[in-house]
Each structure stands twice: as structure tokens, then as C-alpha cells.
């Protein structure tokens, strides 16, 4: 009779996939800023964003030299809360910047407006990106890769996939 075997969640493989290649700290530093007005509360959050984390280091921007002056006696419960968030003391030292950021901080709307002025395709950019994908096995992801590729080479931004004049 066969011992039972031990399967690994699908969480534990992304999370030890990260620790190999090292990606610990940018997914940290992801969930960090999506977290960030429920670790510091709402009147720093507005005030304040973090930028990265470098050599254990977290870099926060400020809005002004008295956000900045202020932090600065709150950097201690502000590393333990960050630490805390992580599970590991990831971060051992804050370091406050004044830089210009965006207070609000919903990225809805913006996507709307992006949704509604998308260029539409050309037939024959279309045609390539279905080239590009048609070895992907999997219908749902080819279709979904397809239309991204589709997306943003529409965009003004990829000049050389503009259709070409004639010389």
C-alpha cells in the first residue's frame, strides 16, 4: 500500500518560486501599497506612498516638509507596523522623501477613460497578434493574450506599428 503523498498548495509554490529568484521584497512591496491606508490609517495614507524597498529599506515619499517632520517620530510604529504585515522583519529602516504623488488613489476611473478612447485595431494588426498566438494551447489565454497584444500595440505610444504610407 502507497503512503499518502504530500501535495504543495499553489501558494507555497509561487511563494518559494519568489524566494528563488528573488522577488520577495517587489511582491511585498505590491501588496504594501495596496495595503498601505489600512497599515498607517487614512490621514497618513493621503499624505504619504511608498516607493521601494532597497537593502531592507523602505522609501516612502511625503507631501511636504511637515508630513516629512512628523513621520520622523512615528517611524517606529510605522517599521513595526510594516513588519508586522510582512510576518518577517523585512524592513529595517524608513526613509522619508518629499515627492509629488497622487492623492487619490482609485485607478477606476482612469481605466474607464482609457476604455472608452481606445483606438480600434486595424484588421491587419489583428491578423498578426492571432499569429503570434496561435501555438498557445489553452483557447481562453490565447484569446486573452491576443487581445493584449491587440491593446497595446493600438496604442499611440508603438509608433512602429502605425500603418506605413506608401513612398
Same mark, same amino acid.
Given at each position: 500500500?502507497?503512503?499518502q ?17 528573488g ?30 524597498i ?21 517611524k ?35 481605466? $474607464?477613460? =482609457?476604455? %472608452?478612447?481606445?483606438p !480600434?485595431?486595424? +484588421?491587419?494588426?489583428? /491578423?498578426? $497578434?492571432? =499569429?503570434? %498566438?496561435?501555438?498557445? !494551447?489553452?483557447? +481562453?489565454?490565447?484569446? /486573452? ?6 491593446q ?8 512602429s /506599428? ?6
Amino acid at each position: 500500500m502507497r503512503g499518502q503523498s504530500r501535495l504543495d498548495s499553489f501558494g507555497s509554490i509561487l511563494a518559494g518560486l519568489a524566494h528563488r529568484l528573488g522577488l520577495e521584497s517587489k511582491l511585498f512591496e505590491a501588496r504594501l501599497r495596496r495595503q498601505w491606508p489600512d497599515i498607517v490609517g487614512e490621514p497618513i495614507a493621503t499624505h504619504t506612498r511608498p516607493d521601494q524597498i532597497r537593502f531592507k529599506k523602505l522609501y516612502v515619499f511625503v507631501h511636504n516638509s511637515v508630513w516629512l517632520q512628523q513621520l520622523t517620530f512615528l517611524k517606529p510604529v510605522l517599521l513595526q507596523k510594516v513588519n508586522a504585515m510582512a510576518g518577517e522583519p523585512l524592513v529595517t529602516e524608513i526613509v522619508l522623501r518629499i515627492g509629488e504623488f497622487a492623492a487619490d488613489r482609485s485607478a477606476a476611473p482612469q481605466v $474607464a477613460n =482609457l476604455e %472608452t478612447t481606445r483606438p !480600434q485595431p486595424t +484588421a491587419q494588426l489583428l /491578423h498578426e $497578434a492571432t =499569429l503570434h %498566438t496561435q501555438g498557445i !494551447q489553452d483557447q +481562453a489565454l490565447r484569446d /486573452h493574450l491576443t487581445a493584449v497584444m491587440v491593446q497595446t500595440l493600438s496604442q499611440p505610444e508603438f509608433p512602429s /506599428h502605425r500603418p506605413r504610407q506608401a513612398p
